[in-house]
Structure formats: structure tokens, C-alpha cells
């Protein structure tokens, strides 16, 4: 397990300005993300200090060595997922590894879209759900489907046994996107990938309604006996993460105050995943924020040891 003082989830204007003031303010930084929505040839003429247009990729590649400079630890790896830690803090599971963190800052851009499937919004919390770690205990022994085609899903599904034996993907008519030794494990735990789209959702009714899940109807013409079905497209998301560590929502965006805390103490959010203006200005000046917030965090809840002096 990897330790660190403030893990920052995103690579973006926000993830890499609030890196450079929690590094810079000497707390042990570690940014978790790979490109960012504008790290392409957009160009950008409107951020303070380049009256000259520059490409996104070129204000990214400065903002990295900056925030390099001050050492912050930067990777390219994927987040599957957040988690309260058993002795305080956050453990942090991405693709690669598992990561040991004081303060984390959600800084991972605007949630990802919600699937096109009839009656979705019908069946939320009545069987459509969108985090298997707060959900996938109420499905103990039920069948359950993950509709997702990447690693995200590959992994809820993979969580999921905890609680059923009976889980399979659907893809919703894309190839599947995940590494071969995940496909493998998949198929060692018999969980089957269906390539189909879902074209409708069948419940039971009882007096007061909608009363849940029952059955998800596929475009191949076939219909699944399904209790649950758990939403993991793309990849994992803030408002994902925010699921799973009871961080407040505004719709899909996540709930900060001023200083860009969320409702869990030590868990910060900044950036296009907040909600309001979404532009690069906005997102640097709330990392900013959402770093001088866990900075405070930090050092009052878990300071670095101080190395002993020696004399002589
Ligand atoms: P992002 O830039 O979206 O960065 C999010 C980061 O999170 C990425 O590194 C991503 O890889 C990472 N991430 C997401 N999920 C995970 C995960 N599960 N694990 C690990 N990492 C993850 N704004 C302007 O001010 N001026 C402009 O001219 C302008 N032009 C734009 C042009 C285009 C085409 C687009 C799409 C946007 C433009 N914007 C512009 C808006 C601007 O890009 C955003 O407001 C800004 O990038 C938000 O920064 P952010 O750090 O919040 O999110």
C-alpha cells in the first residue's frame, strides 16, 4: 500500500493547481489522472497571462512541471474506487494499485453521462443503482447485471460476488474494453458478457407502486431475470466516488462549500466536477481552494512525523 498525505483524483486545471499548492506547502502530493479534457490542440485565449493563444496540452504540460517541481508525484492511472480506510483516511484502488491517503481531492472533470435505457430514472433505488459498495449488500443472492463495456465495470462486476454468485456485464451493444487478465478473471468467476443493449426495464407493482426490478429485456430479442442492475459506464467518476463515501450531490455534480470541503471531513472537491462555470479560470482558482483546505486537514489530523535530530 502506497502512503501519502493528499491524493488528488485528475490531472486537469484543478488537480494540477491544487497539487501545487498542497506540494509546494510541503505535504506529500500525489496526483492520480491521465490527460485532461483539454490537453488536446484546443486552443485557449481567454486564461490571465497568455496573450498569446496557447494549446490546452501546452498549458497542461506547464502546469505538470510546475506541479513536479514541487514534487508532486504524478501518474496515469485509472481510479476504480474510494473507500473510508479501517484506521482513518482513504484507501484509494486504481488500475495498478492501492493507495493509502490523509486527505483526497476529487478534481476528475464533469460526471460522464447516464446510459440511454427506458424507465431508468423510474427504477433508481428501486433496483437501478449506481454503487455496488452502498448497494450490492441488498442483492445478497439475487441476480444482478453491470452495464458497462471498460475496467470499471469489469470491477463492480467483480465486487459484486460478495454479495451474489449470480452477476453478468452487458455491454450496451460496445466491445468490451478491459485488459485480458480481467476478462479472464471474469471468466474463472463465471460471470457471463453480453453484448447487447437494453432495451427495457420490467418491475412487479404492489400497492404503493413501482415496487422494483425484475427483468431487463435485450435488443438480441432475450430477456434476463434481473434484481439489480448497476450502472458503470466509461469510467469511474466523482460523483462514483461521492456514492461510496457519502459525499453530498447536487444532481451530478458534487455539494462543496467556499472552501471547496464536502460534507466528509477530509475528502475536497474542485474543478468542472462541482458544477457552475465550467472553464479552466474556475477550476484553478477552486484547486486552489480545495487545497489550502486539505493542507489545514492534514496538518491538523495526521502530520508527517518529524524526522528525529541528532546532535553532533
Ligand atoms: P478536466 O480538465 O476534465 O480534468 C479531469 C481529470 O480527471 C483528467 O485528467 C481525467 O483523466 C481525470 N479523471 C477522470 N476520472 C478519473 C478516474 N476515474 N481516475 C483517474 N483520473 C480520472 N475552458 C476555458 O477556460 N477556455 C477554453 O478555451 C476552453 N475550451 C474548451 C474546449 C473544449 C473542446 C472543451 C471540451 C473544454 C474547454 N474548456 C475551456 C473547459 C475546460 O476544459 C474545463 O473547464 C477544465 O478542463 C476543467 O478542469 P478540471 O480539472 O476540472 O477537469
Excluded: W
Aim: glycine share 12%; proline share 4%.
Amino acid at each position: 500500500m502506497h502512503k501519502t498525505q493528499c491524493l488528488i483524483i485528475g490531472g486537469g486545471p484543478a488537480g494540477l493547481s491544487a497539487a501545487i499548492y498542497a506540494a509546494r506547502a510541503g505535504l506529500e502530493t500525489q496526483i492520480v489522472g491521465c490527460d485532461p479534457k483539454v490537453a488536446g490542440d484546443y486552443d485557449i485565449d481567454n486564461y490571465f497571462g497568455f496573450e498569446a493563444t496557447i494549446t490546452g496540452k501546452e498549458l497542461i504540460t506547464r502546469g505538470r512541471r510546475q506541479a513536479a517541481k514541487f514534487g508532486t508525484q504524478i501518474d496515469c492511472e485509472k481510479v476504480l474506487g474510494v473507500h473510508h480506510g479501517e484506521a482513518g483516511g482513504f484507501v484509494v484502488k486504481t488500475d495498478v494499485r492501492e493507495f493509502e491517503a490523509c486527505a483526497v481531492i476529487l478534481a476528475t472533470g464533469v460526471a460522464r453521462s447516464k446510459p440511454n435505457i427506458p424507465d431508468l430514472a423510474a427504477f433508481e433505488g428501486k433496483g437501478v443503482s449506481y454503487c455496488v459498495s452502498c448497494d450490492g449488500y441488498f442483492y445478497k443472492g439475487k441476480p444482478v447485471v453491470v452495464a458497462g463495456e471498460g475496467l470499471f465495470a469489469a470491477n463492480q462486476a467483480l465486487e459484486l460476488l460478495a454479495y451474489t454468485p449470480n452477476v453478468r456485464i452487458c455491454t450496451l451493444g460496445k466491445a468490451p474494453s478491459y485488459p485480458p487478465d480481467i476478462a479472464r478473471k471474469l471468466d474463472e468467476a463465471g460471470i457471463a458478457v453480453l453484448q447487447s443493449k437494453i432495451t427495457s426495464l420490467t418491475g412487479e407493482l404492489d400497492l404503493s407502486g413501482l415496487a422494483g426490478l425484475k427483468r431487463i429485456g435485450l435488443s438480441d430479442g432475450t430477456t434476463l431475470e434481473a434484481h439489480g442492475l448497476f450502472i458503470a459506464l466509461g469510467e469511474a467518476s466523482s460523483t462514483d466516488f461521492a456514492y461510496t463515501l457519502g459525499v453530498e450531490r447536487n444532481g451530478n455534480f458534487i455539494q462543496v462549500d467556499r472552501e471547496m470541503c464536502t460534507n466528509i471531513p477530509g475528502v475536497f472537491a474542485a474543478g468542472d466536477c462541482t458544477g457552475g462555470f465550467l472553464q479552466i479560470s474556475v477550476a484553478v482558482g477552486e484547486g486552489a481552494l480545495a487545497a489550502r483546505s486539505a493542507i489545514a486537514h492534514v496538518k491538523s489530523t495526521c502530520p508527517k512525523a518529524r524526522p528525529v535530530q541528532t546532535e553532533g
